[in-house]
């Protein structure tokens, strides 16, 4: 069990180290689409690391877009000077799921800085909370991120706050059923063990929005 933990962990470590890169090659710059942002990052997973295949859309949102929960497909947006910006990507890496959101500002709006800096505050703050508790019922802990994005100011904007996450590819379920999210309609203790008797691996995203000022942040790695 702690191989699979060691292994993904391994994975992200990787996606760390590649949106890293995308900082130091300032990649992200003002008059760019999010669309040519998006397969700059493609590529550059590929040249460092031999990452072609995502299980999940690339997402690279900016501006208003990043109001937009992750099932949404909103128009490609023109990166601007004093924007803000997530990526939320999922490379597999060795047949093993990766998952990271990340915000970045350009420019020194303090009211997008504070987003920033809040998100990830904020979800510092749950994981410790989490890794407090003995049971949990996956909708309790998405109530918990509701009321941090409230206690920060910021209104929640995703429609789960995490899901599983394993070697690729990992259970799909059917639409309407909430299992392996961490979502409102899931009472299911997040601590059971799978059907093989191994425990569950756990991501938690966090997407706070400010639907007047038009932006949002999101933040997102491995929580257990």
């Known amino acids: 069990m702690e191989a699979i933990k060691d292994r993904l962990a391994q994975a992200e470590e990787i996606a760390v180290r ?12 003002a008059d760019k689409t999010e669309e040519e942002l998006n397969k700059e990052i493609f590529g550059l997973a590929k040249e460092l690391f031999g990452i072609e295949k995502h299980w999940h859309k690339r997402i690279v949102r900016c501006g208003e877009n990043t109001l937009f929960p992750y099932k ?14 997530f990526f939320d990507f999922g490379p597999i890496i060795d047949k093993w ?13 303090p009211l997008k800085i504070k987003l920033k800096n809040d998100i990830e505050k904020a979800w ?7 890794d407090k508790q003995t049971e949990l019922k996956a909708a309790t802990l998405f109530d918990y991120a509701v009321d941090k994005a409230k206690e920060y100011g910021w209104e929640f904007g995703g429609e789960i706050a995490g899901h599983l996450i394993g070697e690729f590819p990992h259970e799909r379920l059917e639409p309407g059923n909430y299992q392996l999210y961490v979502h409102p309609d899931n009472h299911n203790d997040m601590f059971l063990l799978e059907a093989n008797g191994q425990k569950r691996n756990w991501i ?21």
């Open 18 to 29: 590649l949106f890293k890169e995308v900082e130091d090659r300032q990649l992200i710059m």
């Open 72 to 85: 949404e497909n909103p128009p490609n947006l023109t990166i601007q000077s004093d924007d803000i910006l």
């Open 97 to 109: 799921e990766a998952d990271l959101g990340r915000t970045y500002v350009m420019g020194n709006n």
């Open 124 to 130: 510092k703050e749950t994981k410790l909370w989490f």
């Open 204 to 224: 938690l995203e966090l997407h706070f929005v400010d639907r007047e000022q038009k932006i949002g942040g999101f933040y997102e790695q491995l929580l257990t």
